[in-house]
C-alpha cells in the first residue's frame, strides 16, 4: 500500500507542527494523615472550579505552516491556471493555423497549374516517403528547370509558378514540398528528367 498522506505531506516538505510541552502535574498539598490512593487526583479535579479550564500553551510565535486545506486549496488552484493556460495555447495554435489556411487558400485561388490529362509522374521525397505528382511534357521540363513548384494543399498537390510557391512558403513553410534548384546540380547523378 502507498504512503500515508502524513508521509507525503512530509515528503513534500510540510513539517509537523511542534508539539506543546506537557503541563506539570500539580501537587497536593501535604496533610498530617494518610490518604486513600485515588484522593489525590480527586483534589486535583476539584481544585479547578466546573467554569474555569486549564490553560492551554500557545504555540510560539514565528512563521505558521501552512494547513492540510490550504496546501490542497493551492495546488487546485495551479491545476486549475495551468489547464488553463495549456487551453489558452491550443486555441492560439488552433486560430494561426486557421488563418494561414485561408491566407493559402486566397493565394492558391486561380493559380492551379494541374492539367487534368497529363500522364508522366514527378516523384519527390516527403515526410520519408516517395510521393508524386502528374505533369505534362512540357510541364515536366519546366518543373525541373526550376520554374515550376508544387505544394501541399488540403491533401493536394497543387503545381504552381515559383513566385507563388515562394509566396506559399512564406505563408505555410511546411507546404512547400518540391521546388528544385535551377543553380544546383543533382549530387547523385540521376537526371531530373528522368521518368520512372
Do not use: S
Not at 87 to 111: D, I, N, Y
Not at 124 to 134: A, M
Request: charged share 30%; hydrophobic share 40%.
Amino acid at each position: 500500500m502507498g504512503d500515508t498522506l502524513k508521509d507525503q505531506l512530509l515528503a513534500l516538505g510540510f513539517k509537523p507542527p511542534p508539539k506543546a510541552p506537557a503541563p506539570a502535574p500539580r501537587l497536593a498539598a501535604p496533610t498530617a494523615r494518610a490518604r486513600p490512593a485515588g484522593a489525590a487526583q480527586r483534589d486535583q479535579r476539584q481544585a479547578t472550579t466546573p467554569g474555569q479550564r486549564e490553560p492551554r500553551h500557545a504555540r510560539p510565535p514565528g512563521p505558521r505552516e501552512p494547513d492540510l486545506a490550504q496546501a490542497w486549496a493551492a495546488r487546485a488552484r495551479d491545476e486549475r491556471d495551468q489547464r488553463e493556460q495549456a487551453r489558452r495555447e491550443a486555441e492560439e495554435q488552433a486560430r494561426v493555423k486557421r488563418e494561414r489556411k485561408q491566407q493559402l487558400q486566397a493565394l492558391l485561388e486561380g493559380k492551379a497549374l494541374n492539367d487534368a490529362a497529363a500522364e508522366l509522374a514527378r516523384h519527390f521525397p516527403q515526410g520519408g516517403k516517395i510521393r508524386r505528382v502528374y505533369v505534362t511534357a512540357a510541364q515536366l521540363v519546366v518543373l525541373n528547370r526550376g520554374e515550376l513548384g508544387v505544394v501541399q494543399h488540403l491533401g493536394r498537390y497543387v503545381l504552381v509558378e515559383r513566385a507563388v510557391a515562394l509566396a506559399a512558403a512564406g505563408v505555410a513553410p511546411d507546404c512547400l514540398v518540391l521546388l528544385p534548384d535551377p543553380e544546383a546540380m543533382a549530387d547523385d547523378g540521376v537526371p531530373t528528367d528522368l521518368v520512372w
